[in-house]
Nanobody, 123 residues
């Protein structure tokens, strides 16, 4: 079993930056693809970014490409999401997910989820 705990959310002004972290328990973290998803009030959960087990491949939603960076430190069992140039439309609950998805952008293909961390971007 794997537990994922997100941190780093908060309130930031438009144009600002935040760094989210997702700490994982379990020895198999290093084998998982890790993803970040987000869900805004009244909207469906959407893909943000993903990274393969080694960190050699990253994937981004078009809406965050060039502004967000996903990375991982397997020695620390942690995955990060650096968010720059934040916009009010980035406001959402951000979730960390892990597993072996065939399609990294499909949330129901991930096995493990964190509880989420709130990100609010004010205009």
């Amino acid at each position: 079993q794997v537990q994922l705990i997100e941190s780093g959310g908060g309130l930031v002004q438009a144009g600002g930056s935040l760094r989210l972290s997702c700490a994982a328990s379990g020895r198999t973290f290093n084998s998982y693809t890790m993803g970040w998803f987000r869900q805004a009030p009244g909207k469906e959960r959407e893909f943000v970014a993903a990274i393969n087990w080694s960190g050699s491949r990253t994937y981004y939603a078009d809406s965050v490409k060039g502004r967000f960076t996903i990375s991982r430190d397997n020695a620390k069992n942690t995955v990060y999401l650096q968010m720059n140039s934040l916009k009010p439309e980035d406001t959402a609950v951000y979730y960390c997910a892990g597993g072996y998805p065939n399609e990294v952008g499909t949330f129901n293909q991930y096995n493990y989820w964190g509880q989420g961390t709130h990100v609010t971007v004010s205009s």
